[in-house]
């Protein structure tokens, strides 16, 4: 079977009426007629609006929506774990939707170079939109080299991957070769203490057929203690984008099969982690530079609409998240129990 994302002018109100205000995407071998209810743009941009109160409206809507999408029995928690103790096999840190160059970003570079001196690390996770608007290489000193110069100097190693605005220019090839994205291909692997990471390119026109039957074969093969992936688009959110349908449909049946315990995302510009679904966290750190609003889902464990990044802990039996603000400090804790694979 061939996978294949397209623009569309539909959408799909149901599961994610706030994405319609953007690109949409249709996915041709699950296009079922009767679970979705399809406007087009224009009706939308007439019927709706964008912004204001109908804007907050219409986000309540899609978490009604979006939690009615979730089989319950599908959301445990890891309460029963116990706290753990000692130093974490790996630390590691994770941000998205920061290549701006603005205020926000620097306040949230900052925090991360205050954190780390409390807390070390020495890897950071970017999940795309790595330079705003176009990808354009040119401004990497604007919105990477000098935000971050602090923890570069330091020897903090990013790993990114390509959000949709990266690939605006020449798809994203410049970013691929630059050194300080550690990302020498579009979908890769790589191994960091007792985890392995999978990086995905989630974009549109990514090479979907060839990309998910390479993450079959690694995941299967992976003989991590820990499988962690991650890729700029959203699956399950709160957001203005909502729960991703297609992306779902896609990857979740993987995930499930082979234990992946957690997915790092951005797109969405704010903070998320879900609840524990059928063994996998979704873990959203897009408040990297700008925020737009987040409401809540029946599988929320925490959400908010803040500058922040995440921070991840790794023990042997539990990985520890945390939402850190641009004050340095914590704003959010939960742990993540180690899926039965
Ligand atoms: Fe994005």
Redesign the pocket.
């Known amino acids: 079977m061939r996978y294949s994302l397209s623009d569309s002018e539909t959408c799909n109100v149901a599961e994610s009426p706030n994405r319609c205000s953007s690109t949409n995407l249709s996915l041709f071998f699950s296009a079922t007629a009767g679970d979705m209810m399809s406007l087009n743009r224009r009706q939308l941009l007439t019927g709706f609006g964008l912004t204001g109160v109908l804007g907050l409206s219409v986000l309540a809507w899609q978490r009604r929506l979006a939690g009615a999408a979730i089989a319950p029995q599908m959301i445990s928690s890891a309460a029963n774990l116990q706290s753990p103790q000692g130093e974490p096999l790996l630390r590691f840190a994770a941000v998205a939707?920061a290549g701006m160059g603005n205020a926000g970003q620097y306040a949230v570079a900052n925090a991360m170079t205050a954190y780390r001196q409390q807390q070390p690390f020495s890897l950071v996770i970017l999940a795309?939109?790595n330079i705003y608007t176009n990808g354009e290489i040119e401004k990497i000193a604007a919105v990477f080299e000098r935000p971050y110069a602090t923890l570069l100097a330091q020897n903090v190693s990013f790993r990114a991957c390509l959000?949709?605005?990266d690939i605006r220019t020449a798809n994203g090839t410049a970013q691929l070769a630059y050194p300080g994205f550690n990302l020498p291909a579009r979908y890769h692997s790589f191994q960091q203490g007792p985890v392995q990471f999978f990086v995905l390119d989630t974009n549109n026109n990514a090479d979907w057929t060839t990309q998910l039957q390479w993450l079959d074969r690694e995941l299967a093969a992976s003989t991590a203690s820990w499988k962690i992936v991650f890729g700029?688009?959203q699956i399950y959110s709160s957001g203005r984008y909502g729960i991703d349908r297609q992306r779902r449909q896609l990857l979740v049946p993987h995930f499930r099969q082979h234990g992946v315990a957690l997915y790092i995302n951005?797109?969405e510009h704010h903070y998320e982690r879900s609840q524990s679904l059928d063994g996998t966290t979704y873990l959203i750190c897009g408040g990297g530079a700008n925020l737009r609003p987040v409401g809540r889902s029946p599988w929320t464990a925490y959400a908010t609409s803040q500058l922040s990044f995440a921070i991840f802990e790794v023990y042997a039996d539990q990985i520890v998240v945390s939402g850190i603000g641009t004050d340095a400090r914590p704003f959010d804790h939960g742990a993540i129990a180690r899926p039965v694979a």
């Open positions: 939707d795309g939109d959000g949709n605005h700029h688009h951005g797109h």
